[in-house]
């Protein structure tokens, strides 16, 4: 039987990303287990979009660290993670809205993310397929991107393996259980025993819940998404 210090339950980008940082923590005892293939949930077909927006200081400041992470993932890995850094616009159309934006700023100005507000027509100028009419103001963070998610997650996945993880490819999650202070895992490839678990799982986040009695609020949602030709 495997045992580990901690068992990482899905193969998506969250779970790589868990892995990849216990690892650089120094906790190299850890595994990864995944039911098919690592990004083979909702992980391979995400937008990847990548920006640092947000009203929260600590959230605002871990997507700046995560930006920072990806362009030096691939030198790290050797695995290309493909990340744009093609910038960001949003556009206020009130007072009230440039109002945030100042706040947002505020916050960016004290963890070091560039965030510049703009007048209209430098954003035409940035993006010029958008109607600006009735545009007060925009806000302008260039080192916002978007990334490739399933080259991420196995870039990732290598930095973690590279320090001492396992994964554990095509080994479903049948049942855990409280096990000498610990849980153990039940899997289709043999059993792993672990003072910690994860809960990575994605949209089966809700049935791995299930196994130790909680009851998660997740409900997966269909999504649309449109390919186009190159517009003019």
């Not at 495997?2 to 790589?16: H, K, N, P, Q, S």
């Not at 070091?112 to 009419?133: S, T, W």
């Not at 202070?181 to 899997?187: C, Q």
């Amino acid at each position: 039987m495997r045992e580990a210090r901690v068992v990482v339950i899905g193969g998506g980008v969250a779970g790589a990303s868990v892995l990849y940082h216990l690892t650089r923590l120094g906790w190299s005892d850890v595994v990864l287990v995944e039911k098919d293939e690592l990004t083979s949930g909702s992980t391979w077909h995400a937008a990847g979009l990548c920006t640092q927006f947000n009203s929260s200081y600590n959230m605002m400041n871990l997507l700046r660290y995560s930006i920072e992470l990806y362009q030096s993932l691939e030198a790290e890995t050797g695995q290309a993670v493909d990340y744009h850094r093609c910038g960001s616009l949003r556009l206020a159309t009130s007072r009230d809205r440039l109002d945030e934006f100042h706040h947002r700023k505020g916050v960016a100005d004290a963890l070091g993310v560039p965030f510049e507000i703009i007048e209209p027509e430098r954003a035409r100028e940035l993006f010029p397929l958008a109607h600006f009419d009735d545009v007060v103001a925009a806000a302008y963070l260039p080192t916002d991107g978007f990334i490739d998610p399933s080259a991420l997650t196995h870039a990732l996945a290598k930095g973690a393996q590279a320090k001492g993880a396992e994964i554990v490819r095509h080994a479903a999650v049948t049942g855990i259980e409280r096990d000498r202070g610990g849980w153990l895992v039940r899997m289709s490839k043999g059993d792993v025993r672990a003072e910690i678990v994860v809960n990575a799982a994605g949209q089966w986040a809700r049935e791995i819940g299930r196994m130790v009695g909680i009851e998660l609020p997740i409900v997966p949602i269909e999504h649309h998404y449109l390919i186009t030709e190159p517009v003019a």
